[in-house]
């Protein structure tokens, strides 16, 4: 009795979620299984094979998606994010690191069952990183994926421990045991920056005030910006970013020199970011009020990132600079949205 083939999201109803299973059916190499907390959007369920309401947590829901579906790739997308992780950070702990130990682990069983290595595609995250102070955030620059990886949030712990236990299960599992195969698991990581989608708004995120910036002035709503208008971190629209994770899905494992990658685009602060929006939407009422501890995250992640070795391993190059990202894909998508 033959399982389908298929490939597995977490999060599905999430921002990359929507955008991923969307250029998964489109790409149509795979047959799409979305998990999610919730009901899986109508608009998702219809590109889907199957869907499945539950919690990843829950090992008897993994079992019996192992027991229906030969999972050929996983697309771990559940988390909590860093600013909702921070009100719940021992469940958010269970999220993001147990969560992802169950999956890691149903990887590896699938890997073995099947007999093909299983990719396991990881969303990490530039919360990684943890700049000490302005000073040294200003002095450090562009940063590479081995410098200052000292998160202060959880959610920064939990995704650069993940990153460790990917590296783990790809590497190094049961080096003891004896006749254990190798290379079950395909551990890949993208450091993903702040991201901007026209079609979707983030929730419970440090980096969400771009967007929830712009998506305010599409809907003629006044915004008060979490953050001084000099705060600058990296940030891509997700059309990229999708790309992003799906060219690095397909690099051959020959041409890739780590397993965990950064990536970037833009850079913009958060004032220059609000002097485009007010160019496209000239009534934006914008307004800073910095919220004190949400502004001590985002100035311990760095205003810039070196992607050289996603560039040179797997050819990231992303299609929207700032500009662009505004003028073709963010206002007019945004714009029929809210009109
Ligand atoms: C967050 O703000 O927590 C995320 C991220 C930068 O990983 N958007």
Same mark, same amino acid.
């Given at each position: ?189 993208? *450091?993903?920056?702040?991201? %901007?989608? #026209? $079609?979707?708004?983030?929730? !419970?995120?440090?980096? &969400?005030? =771009? ?46 020199? *780590?397993?965990?990658?950064? %990536?970037? #685009? $833009?850079?913009?602060?958060? !004032?220059?970011?609000? &002097?485009? =929006? ?62």
């Amino acid at each position: 009795m033959s399982r389908k083939p298929v490939v597995l999201v977490t999060g599905a109803n999430g921002e990359v979620g929507h955008g991923l299973i969307n250029a998964l059916a489109d790409e149509a190499r795979y047959e799409v299984l979305a998990l999610d907390l919730r009901e899986v959007d109508p608009g998702l369920a219809k590109r889907c094979a199957a869907t499945i309401a539950g919690d990843i947590l829950d090992g008897h829901l993994l079992d019996r998606i192992a027991s229906e579906y030969e999972i050929h790739a996983v697309f771990h997308l559940a988390a909590l994010l860093s600013t909702r992780a921070e009100f719940v950070p021992e469940t958010a702990h269970a999220v993001n690191v147990e969560g992802t130990l169950k999956l890691l682990k149903l990887a590896m069983d699938e890997g073995r069952s099947h007999g093909q290595p299983v990719k396991f595609m990881f969303p990490s995250s530039i919360a990684v990183y943890g700049l000490p102070d302005l000073a040294a955030k200003a002095a450090a620059g562009a940063v590479t994926e081995t410098e200052w990886t000292t998160p202060r949030t959880m959610y920064g712990c939990n995704k650069l421990y993940c990153e460790q236990l990917g590296r783990y299960y790809a590497d190094f599992y049961r080096q003891l045991a004896v006749n254990e195969a190798r290379g079950q698991v395909d551990f890949r990581a993208i *450091r993903f920056p702040g991201l %901007i989608s #026209a $079609f979707t708004v983030p929730s !419970g995120g440090t980096s &969400d005030y =771009v967007p929830e910036m712009l998506h305010a002035a599409a809907k003629g709503e006044p915004y008060a910006c979490f953050v001084r208008p000099d705060t600058r971190i990296t940030f891509m629209a997700m059309p990229d970013a999708i790309d992003a994770l799906l060219k690095l899905t397909r690099a051959p494992a020959e041409k890739l020199s *780590r397993r965990v990658y950064n %990536i970037g #685009a $833009f850079n913009p602060s958060a !004032g220059e970011f609000a &002097d485009l =929006v007010r160019r496209h939407f000239p009534g934006a009422e914008i307004g800073f009020a910095p919220h004190e501890q949400r502004q001590a995250i985002v100035d311990s992640w760095p205003a810039d990132v070196v992607d050289r070795a996603a560039r040179e391993d797997w050819g990231h190059e992303p299609a929207y600079d700032l500009e662009r990202a505004m003028t073709e894909y963010l206002i007019p998508n945004i714009s029929k949205r809210y009109a």
